[in-house]
C-alpha cells in the first residue's frame, strides 16, 4: 500500500459526460501528479501540483483540467468525454525527495461507451 | 523534446539475468529512475540514479551512463514474480523550476518462465 488513494476505482460513463477523479497524497506530501495510461501504453504525464499550484503540464487536453486544494487532495476533471479517453488514470505523489521517487496510487479505471 | 527508448518485450528463466536497457534523449536531464507494473497494478519506485554508476538494492541494480545517455536496470536471480512490465523515467524540469516532472518510456514487458 502506498498510502495514496484514488476514488472512485473503475468508472462507466458515456460519450459527452463529466467525471471527476479524486486522489488524496501520502501524509505530508505537497506534489500531486497525474498520469493517463491507455491499454498497452507508458504512463502519460498530465499536471503536477505542489501545494496548490500547478507547477508542470504534459500533454493534457483543454477538455482535462486538475486542482489542488488546501487539504491536498486533488481532483481531475474531465470533459466531453471521447471513446478514447478510456484509459487507467493513476495520481501519484511526492515528498522532499522530489519527483524521481513517486507513490501511486491504485488508480482509476475509466470505461468511456 | 524528450524521447525514451527500451526495448518492447524481454523474455528470460527462472534463476537467470536480465538486463533491460534505456536511452533517453532530453533537453535537460537530472536523473534516471526505474518503476515496476504488475498487470492491474500500479507502478513502484525501484531505484534512482543521478549520477554515473551502478546502484544496487537487493536482487536488483541500476546502472547511469550520462555521456551516452544511457542506463539499464539489472535484475539477477529471477523469479517469476518478476513478470511485469518495467519503467525507464527521466526527470524534465517544470515551467517553475525546481519542481521536476517525471518523463516516462513506453515500458519493457519482462516474462519470466519457469
Known amino acids: 500500500d502506498s498510502g495514496v488513494t484514488q476514488t472512485p476505482k473503475h468508472l462507466i460513463t458515456a460519450t459527452g459526460q463529466r467525471v471527476t477523479l479524486r486522489c488524496s497524497p501520502r501524509s505530508g506530501d505537497l506534489s500531486v501528479y497525474w498520469y493517463q495510461q491507455s491499454l498497452d501504453q507508458g504512463l502519460q504525464f498530465l499536471i503536477q501540483y505542489y501545494n496548490g499550484e500547478e507547477r508542470a503540464k504534459g500533454n493534457i487536453l483543454e477538455r482535462f483540467s486538475a486542482q489542488q486544494f488546501p487539504d491536498l487532495h486533488s481532483e481531475l476533471n474531465l470533459s466531453s468525454l471521447e471513446l478514447g479517453d478510456s484509459a487507467l488514470y493513476f495520481c501519484?505523489?511526492?515528498?522532499?525527495?522530489?519527483?524521481?521517487?513517486?507513490?501511486f496510487g491504485p488508480g482509476t479505471r475509466l470505461t468511456v461507451t | 523534446g524528450q524521447s525514451l527508448e527500451q526495448p518492447s518485450e524481454v523474455t528470460a528463466v527462472e534463476g537467470a539475468i536480465v538486463q533491460i536497457n534505456c536511452t533517453y534523449q532530453t533537453s535537460g536531464f537530472y536523473g534516471l529512475s526505474w518503476y515496476q507494473q504488475h498487470d492491474g497494478g500500479a507502478p513502484t519506485f525501484l531505484s534512482y540514479?543521478?549520477?554515473?554508476g551502478l546502484e544496487e538494492t537487493g536482487r536488483f541494480s541500476s546502472f547511469l551512463s550520462r555521456s551516452d545517455s544511457y542506463g539499464y536496470l539489472l535484475l539477477q536471480e529471477l523469479q517469476m514474480k518478476d513478470s511485469a512490465s518495467y519503467f525507464c523515467?527521466?526527470?524534465?524540469?517544470?515551467?517553475?523550476?525546481?519542481?521536476?516532472?517525471?518523463?516516462f518510456g513506453a515500458g519493457t514487458r519482462l516474462a519470466v518462465h519457469p
Open positions: 540514479n543521478a549520477l554515473d
Open positions: 523515467a527521466v526527470r524534465d524540469e517544470g515551467f517553475s523550476g525546481g519542481y521536476n516532472k517525471l518523463i
Open positions: 501519484a505523489s511526492s515528498g522532499n525527495q522530489g519527483a524521481y521517487e513517486q507513490y
